[in-house]
């Protein structure tokens, strides 16, 4: 079972800051949180993980709460091309089978013009 | 450039008939996995492998084999396809590490007459 709960979808309007929740009120110790998105018909794409500290880069936000057991992904001016189905993963960093990435549903995000 | 690549892109196939879908990364991963979606199911991951010669199942390991005999290449093997194998199907690789993501690639859309 995925370990994470995200809405199943959200709407934004371009140009407009997009913040999308995840939680993840299991969470280990040693858990990276990673988050992805897909596009139609196109292998998932890495966007961002932490582990503990706020995490910024070229693509997006991360912000973690400070129990760890909440995450929000923040993209700080949504355009098109940024609707996709975004996926919020918690990865072990004991490796193993631990270390695999699963999927759950993820959240669907529409942009508006 | 850093790359995961599957081939074929598309293939169309009849039942019974043994094919594999080759994958590869130049990298120096550790990890590769392979995953299935359809519609409706998400991303479910058939094998694993942690590094040459250690593979292991996914979820939905059932009517695929794998191998890893080199680093790079994780091909996925049917031997005898069927129609509920139709699919698009992704290959995957990182690092052990937690701290580093996951590279997908393009996908191989597979479609079993």
């Known amino acids: 079972d995925a370990k994470t709960t995200q809405p199943n979808s959200m709407e934004s309007n371009e140009e407009e800051p997009v913040h999308l929740p995840c939680n993840h009120s299991?969470?280990?110790?040693?858990?990276?949180i990673h988050w992805y998105l897909q596009l139609p018909s196109q292998g998932p794409e890495y966007v961002i993980h932490?582990?503990?500290s706020n995490v910024n880069n070229r693509m997006a936000s991360l912000a973690i709460a400070e129990d760890r057991k909440s995450s929000t992904l923040i993209l700080h001016r949504a355009t098109l091309r940024d609707a996709a189905v975004y996926y919020c993963?918690?990865?072990?960093?004991?490796?193993?089978?631990?270390?695999?990435?699963?999927f759950g549903k993820g959240t669907k995000l529409s942009v508006k013009p | 450039e850093a790359q995961v690549t599957q081939n074929p892109r598309y293939l169309i196939t009849v039942t019974g008939k043994k094919l594999t879908v080759t994958c590869s990364q130049n990298?120096?991963?550790?990890?590769m996995s392979w995953y299935r979606q359809d519609p409706g199911l998400g991303l479910r991951q058939i094998y694993y492998?942690?590094?040459?010669?250690?593979?292991d199942k996914g979820d939905v390991p059932e009517g695929y084999k794998v191998s890893r005999k080199e680093k790079r290449n994780f091909p996925l093997i049917l031997e005898s396809p069927s129609p509920n194998q139709t699919s698009l199907y992704f290959c995957?690789?990182?690092?052990?590490?937690?701290?580093?993501?996951?590279?997908f690639g393009s996908g191989t859309r597979l479609t079993v007459v």
């Open positions: 995957a690789s990182s690092f052990m590490s937690a701290n580093y993501g996951y590279t």
């Open positions: 299991t969470i280990s110790g040693t858990d990276y």
């Open positions: 932490g582990l503990t």
């Open positions: 993963i918690l990865r072990d960093s004991y490796g193993g089978s631990q270390g695999n990435l699963i």
């Open positions: 990298m120096n991963h550790e990890y």
């Open positions: 492998s942690m590094n040459v010669e250690v593979t």
